[in-house]
C-alpha cells in the first residue's frame, strides 16, 4: 500500500552534525495520492555563520539568512505541516535528524515515519550501485531545477518518486515503502522518544524493569541498532519477548569504540548483576596453577593460587584459569594420572617412596627413581604448556588508545599486567588512573577482552607506554 499522504522535505544545513549545524532552510512538498497540493519552503537564521564551503554548494549566504526567522519562529507551523504524514525525503536519516534536534531544542517532541527515497531506490533499482540524487536525476532524465536549495532538491524527489510510480504495479512499490515504514514493535513500557534519544555509537546499553531493577546490560557498535535488535523479533526470540514486557527504561553510556564497550559492559555486569546477563557473572575469585621451583630453578612442586595473591609485577610461569580451587586441582590431577606424572614429587602427596600412583601403575616412577627427575620436569612442562597464560608482553603499564568513528571522542584504556586500571578521556586526566592506591585483583574478563583485543584490532601507534 502506498500511503494517502505524503510530505516530501529537504533541508539544507550549515554542515552535517545535527547536534552542532543548525537548518538554514526547508522546503517541502506535499502530496495526496498524485497531486501536489503544497508548496512551501523559507530560509532559517541559523544563529551562526554559513561557510564558505555551505555557501559555494546552496547559494544561501550568511546575509540571505541574517533577516530569515529563527527556526523557533517556524516551528509551530512547520510542526503542523507535519504531523500525522509521511516525511519522504533523500537520505531521510540526514534530514529527520536535524529536525528532531531543531524541535528537542524547544522541548517540541517529533515523531513522525520516514521514507527514505535512497533506500527506495536501491530496493527498486538495485541493478545499479549509485543512488545520490544526482545519479537518479541523470538515470530517470528527472526535469530539475534550482538543484542543492530546499524546494529543488524536493521537487527532483518528487519527480524520481512519480517516474518510480509510472514504472512500477502500485503493489511492487506500496510492498517497497511498506517494507520501510514498518517500525519495529516497541516493548509497551517504552516510549518513543526513549528509543530515539539512543545513539548510532558504540557503547552500552542498560535495560530496567520495575523499580529500577536492571534487567539486562548490553554493548554494541551501534547502540541504537542493536536496542531495536531486541525487540524486532530476530534477536534470541525467547529472551527477547521476556525482555520486552518488563523493560520500563533504556539508559545508555557511549564510548569511543568498541574496546571501551567491552570493558565498560564487563565492570557493569560485575557492578549490577542484571537479572538477564548469563555471560560476565560477578567476579569470583579466580585460581591458576604455578611451577614451584628451588633455587637452582629445579621444579619442586604445582601449587594452586589465587590470582589475587599473586603480584603485579610477579614473572611467574601460570598455567589456566579455574573458577574455583577445586577446578583447579581436578584439572591437575587428571594431567598427572594422563601423563603419568608423580603427585608426590609435585608435593601433592605428603610422604616419601613410592607413591600411590606407582602402586596402581600410573606414575611411571620419578618418586623411586624409576624416572629421572629432569624428564619428569619437562614432561611436565609440555603437559601445562596447552594451559599456559599469556605472559604481559609490556615493560609496564600502557594506554591503547581508541578513537571514535565519528571523531569526536577519543579514550585511553590503561592496563597493567592485564588488569584494566582505568579508562581516561583526555591525556590530562591520565595521571589520576595512577593514583589508584589498592592494586586491582585480576580480571579474567579484561584478560580476555584485552587478549583478543591485541591479538586482531589494534595497530601499535595506538599503543601508548609509560614506563
Ligand atoms: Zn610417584
Known amino acids: 500500500m502506498i500511503p494517502e499522504r505524503l510530505v516530501f522535505l529537504d533541508l539544507e544545513t550549515t554542515g552535517v552534525n545535527p547536534l552542532h549545524d543548525r537548518i538554514i532552510e526547508v522546503g517541502l512538498c506535499e502530496v495526496v495520492g498524485c497531486e501536489v497540493v503544497e508548496e512551501w519552503s523559507t530560509l532559517v537564521n541559523p544563529r551562526k555563520t554559513v561557510s564558505p564551503y555551505i555557501e559555494s554548494i546552496t547559494g544561501i549566504a ?42 528537542r531544542r524547544l522541548d517540541i517532541s517529533f515523531q513522525e515515519k520516514t521514507l527514505c527515497t535512497v533506500k527506495l531506490s536501491r530496493a527498486l533499482y538495485p541493478e545499479h550501485s549509485r543512488h545520490n540524487l544526482d545519479t537518479l536525476i541523470e538515470r530517470h532524465n528527472l526535469n530539475v531545477s534550482n538543484r542543492h536549495r530546499a524546494l ?11 517516474k518510480a510510480r509510472a514504472e512500477f504495479p502500485a503493489e511492487v512499490l506500496g510492498k517497497a515503502i511498506q517494507k520501510q515504514l514498518k517500525q519495529p514493535s516497541l516493548p509497551p513500557g517504552l ?14 546499553y542498560l535495560f530496567f524493569g520495575e523499580k529500577d531493577a536492571v534487567l539486562y546490560v548490553g554493548k554494541s557498535k551501534d547502540i541504537r541498532a542493536r536496542v531495536l535488535s531486541h525487540f524486532s523479533g530476530d534477536h534470541r526470540i525467547y529472551k527477547g519477548m521476556r525482555l520486552s514486557q518488563q523493560v520500563r527504561h533504556i539508559d545508555f553510556m557511549e564510548t569511543a569504540g568498541e574496546l571501551g564497550a567491552l570493558l565498560l559492559e564487563a565492570r557493569l555486569v560485575k557492578e549490577l548483576v542484571p537479572i538477564h546477563n548469563r555471560r560476565l557473572r560477578r567476579n569470583r575469585e579466580l585460581f591458576t596453577l604455578c611451577l614451584v621451583a628451588d633455587k637452582q630453578g629445579t621444579v619442586t612442586g604445582v601449587e594452586i593460587v589465587a590470582m589475587d595473591a599473586l603480584g603485579q609485577e610477579d614473572g611467574k610461569s601460570l598455567y589456566g584459569m579455574f573458577r574455583s580451587r577445586r577446578e583447579a586441582g581436578k584439572t591437575l590431577l587428571g594431567i598427572i594420572r594422563e601423563q603419568g606424572l608423580c ?28 624416572e629421572p627427575l629432569a624428564l619428569h620436569q619437562a614432561r611436565l612442562t609440555m603437559a601445562l604448556a596447552q594451559l599456559k597464560m599469556r605472559s604481559w608482553p609490556f615493560k609496564g603499564a600502557v594506554g591503547i588508545r581508541e578513537k571514535s568513528p565519528a571523531g569526536d571522542r577519543t579514550e585511553i584504556h590503561v592496563f597493567d599486567h592485564w588488569r584494566h586500571l582505568g579508562t581516561a578521556t583526555s591525556e590530562k586526566n ?14 579474567l574478563d579484561s584478560y580476555k577482552i584485552l587478549n583478543r583485543y591485541l591479538d586482531g584490532m589494534v595497530k601499535k601507534a595506538d599503543i601508548l607506554t609509560f614506563f
Not at 152 to 162: I, L, S
Not at 343 to 370: D, N, P, T, W
Open 62 to 103: 550568511s546575509s540571505m539568512v541574517a533577516d530569515a526567522p529563527f527556526f523557533s519562529d517556524i516551528a509551530a507551523e512547520l510542526h503542523a505541516k507535519l504531523a500525522g504524514k509521511v516525511l519522504v525525503a533523500h537520505n531521510a536519516r540526514f534530514d529527520y535528524g536535524f529536525l528532531k534536534s531543531e524541535f
Open 343 to 370: 603427585a608426590r614429587v609435585l608435593g601433592l602427596e605428603k610422604g616419601s617412596g613410592a607413591c600411590f600412583g606407582y602402586q596402581i601403575k600410573k606414575c611411571r616412577g620419578a618418586c623411586v627413581g624409576e
Open 430 to 443: 591520565l595521571w589520576e588512573i595512577f593514583e589508584c592506591p589498592s592494586p586491582l585483583p585480576f580480571d
Open 152 to 162: 529543488g532538491d524536493v521537487r527532483a524527489t518528487w519527480e524520481f518518486f512519480k
Open 191 to 204: 516510549s518513543k522518544d526513549q528509543i530515539d534519544a539512543l545513539p548510532h555509537a558504540p557503547g552500552v
